[in-house]
């Protein structure tokens, strides 16, 4: 399986490195903070081979990575609805 980064700068169609790679890292570490803000365990949240967490990496780093207005649009709104998913899930959040 790809690591995480390799998964987003392969959906972002990067496939050489370069300088764009800290911030790939840098939106891969915002969409994890921003599930943990949304209340998603930080354990789950920074699990990188669960499929819902990288599905919804992958969507936030699309997002923030487009400049097309129309894409982005569609983009948040897939993370939004992947991240309200997990927050519903259970084994996701404290349910303490």
Known sequence: MQT???AVKARL??????LKDEQIKDMI???KAE???S???AEKANDENDSLIRSAVK????WKNTDDEKMANLFFQSFAYQQDCI???AGYIDNG
């Open 4 to 6: 995480l980064f390799e």
């Open 13 to 18: 169609n990067i496939y050489r490195t370069d």
């Open 29 to 31: 570490s915002e969409a």
């Open 35 to 37: 599930l943990e803000r």
């Open 39 to 41: 209340g998603v365990l």
């Open 59 to 62: 969507a936030y780093c699309q």
């Open 87 to 89: 927050r519903k899930s």
